[in-house]
């Protein structure tokens, strides 16, 4: 029961970090709290977790494509949507991308417990572009050269500009790189 508990904290503090207002971290969230508080938390068990509306999460055993990229849209992501998350300035020259693997989506959506406790991905290190996508506030706020200001474009009320760099993929599932700036 630790081990899923500390799991499942794991996931509602990365995808609440990625994204704080989603319906899913507060899935998470509560869900945490039903596994802390029942005297078996196994009985829920493959109980999905559900949105505000009561319909379940859509992000599949593999996670469904459409899904995946409308949850990592107004974030920072790879092209493919295998990793989103956040990007934050940390020099002039460049930014730390920090975020998780598409797959966390689908384990923390379907809450089946022996694949959560389970899980273990391959650690590796990629060169990749990253889509950072920020608030106008956010993208105002940072230092970036004219070469990238130049590049980028707005939707969604969002900024977004492409950068490339070593990314790490860890067996957690988390993704990190820094991404550079020239």
């Not at 920090?98 to 650690?123: C, K, M, P, T, W």
Request: include cysteine; charged fraction near 20%; glycine fraction near 8%.
């Amino acid at each position: 029961i630790f081990r899923l508990l500390r799991r499942q904290e794991f996931f509602r503090n990365w995808i609440g970090f990625i994204s704080p207002r989603s319906q899913l971290a507060a899935a998470l969230q509560t869900r945490v709290v039903d596994i802390q508080n029942l005297n078996d938390p196994f009985e829920i068990d493959g109980v999905k977790l559900r949105r505000g509306s009561g319909e379940p999460f859509d992000y599949g055993p593999h996670g469904n494509a459409q899904s995946i990229a409308y949850f990592f849209g107004s974030k920072s992501h790879t092209s493919n949507y295998a990793a989103g998350g956040v990007v934050l300035q940390v020099s002039d020259e460049a930014l730390m991308f920090l975020g998780i693997r598409s797959e966390l989506l689908s384990l923390a959506s379907l809450q089946d417990f022996s694949r959560i406790n389970d899980y273990s991905f391959n650690a590796g290190t990629e060169t990749q572009f990253i889509e950072c996508v920020l608030s106008k506030t956010k993208y105002e706020a940072f230092v970036l050269p004219p070469s990238v200001m130049s590049s980028a474009k707005e939707a969604n009320g969002n900024m977004s500009f492409q950068l490339k760099g070593a990314i790490q993929y860890a067996k957690s599932g988390l993704v990190f790189g820094v991404l550079p700036l020239g």
